[in-house]
């Protein structure tokens, strides 16, 4: 497998996680609205 596809991998993946953080962050925060309004 070249390094660059490897690279190029790790970047895809770091970029699913960050969507995968935020996106969960903002269902808590919703629900933590939801429950105090």
Avoid: H
Wanted: a positive charge; aromatic letters at 10%.
């Amino acid at each position: 497998m070249p390094l660059a596809y490897f690279q190029c991998l790790v970047v895809v993946c770091r970029k699913w996680c960050y969507i995968a953080i935020s996106d969960r962050d903002k269902k808590t925060s919703i629900t933590k609205e939801v429950e105090n309004g």
